[in-house]
């Protein structure tokens, strides 16, 4: 693993991010879309935790490309800015949720010892994320007066969520570039 940036490394890191801040903007609308939908049925919180995934998505992508320490932070953060300065509905607090979820992700990572980018490293990066960022939104969306019942539900959803956005589409995104000799 090399540690070094090299400024390949850097515009691609920043196109990645840009691209994943573009989709963090457009899945504000499907979030309120979403959520919109389940309120009759109490089950607006659920929107959150369906798309998390989408939301989290640049730091693992990062981590799977670069295996550098600090990528996937970096990458979660700099998509947080541009979803920020496309206007997003969270405004500033937007960097916080970036700076918490690339977090839980490069932990995923640090877990492995950087040495894990297949299903451990997955497996690891998922865990970490779902457990950090639901303890996030404990204290930020109040999920603390939720029935336990419900709890394990948004749970399980948050989890299949950031497996599979977060997990295997970021995975299969990352041997896709890696076929066409975007990254080496």
């Known amino acids: 693993m090399q540690k070094i940036w090299n400024l390949r490394n850097i515009i691609l890191l920043t196109l990645i991010s840009i691209i994943c801040g573009i989709i963090f903007f457009a899945t504000g609308f499907i979030y309120n879309s979403l959520s919109l939908m389940l309120t009759p049925f109490g089950l607006a919180p659920f929107a959150n935790d369906i798309l998390i995934g989408l939301w989290i998505m640049a730091a693992p992508l990062a981590g799977f490309i670069f295996k550098k ?15 920020m300065f496309l206007g997003g ?73 950031v497996f599979l956005f977060g997990g295997i589409l970021t995975k299969l995104i990352n041997n896709m570039l890696s076929k066409s000799n975007v990254i080496k």
Do not use: C
């Open 69 to 83: 320490p600090g990528a996937a932070i970096l990458s979660e953060i700099l998509g947080s800015i541009v979803e």
């Open 89 to 161: 509905q969270w405004g500033a607090s937007t960097l916080i949720s970036g700076f918490i979820q690339g977090v839980a992700s490069e932990l995923g990572f640090a877990v492995t010892k950087y040495k894990h980018y297949d299903w451990i490293g997955i497996i690891s990066t998922t865990i970490t994320t779902t457990i950090i960022t639901f303890i996030w939104d404990w204290f930020k969306n109040g999920y603390s007066s939720y029935a336990p019942n419900m709890l394990i539900l948004l749970f399980i959803t948050r989890m299949l969520s």
